[in-house]
Nanobody
Framework: QVELVESGGGLVQAGGSLRLSCAAS????????MGWYRQAPGHLRELVGT???????NYADSVKGRFTVSRGHAENTVFLQMNSLKPEDTAVYYC???????????????????WGKGTLVTVSS
């Protein structure tokens, strides 16, 4: 069973920093990307940032220059360093792992997404 466990959320003042961690276990398929999404009340879940096994990153424009996604030294771990936090960053942050699953002898495959339960980040004015 695949499990993603996040930690590091909390309450911080605007301008402060937080570091989120995610440890994924039970993954038996090729990983396409790992990273973070977030969802604020009344909003759709949105990309924060992801990183591929080769180190390529993708960030939302709203967090570029402030947030950094990185891979951990342990296998299948990922971090989100958040600096210069703003009240609009307040959201539940979800760890994400995207994998490719081979589903047939012919080599057909499909993508599958795994999600953590989320960790709340609250940024006060």
């Amino acid at each position: 069973q695949v499990e993603l466990v996040e930690s590091g959320g909390g309450l911080v003042q605007a301008g402060g920093s937080l570091r989120l961690s995610c440890a994924a276990s039970g993954i038996r398929n090729r990983i396409n990307a790992m990273g973070w999404y977030r969802q604020a009340p009344g909003h759709l879940r949105e990309l924060v940032g992801t990183i591929t096994p080769t180190g390529s990153t993708n960030y939302a424009d709203s967090v570029k220059g402030r947030f950094t996604v990185s891979r951990g030294h342990a296998e299948n771990t990922v971090f989100l360093q958040m600096n210069s936090l703003k009240p609009e960053d307040t959201a539940v942050y979800y760890c994400y792992v995207g994998v490719t699953v081979v589903v047939s002898v012919e080599g057909a495959s499909r993508k599958r997404d795994y999600w953590g339960k989320g960790t709340l980040v609250t940024v006060s004015s």
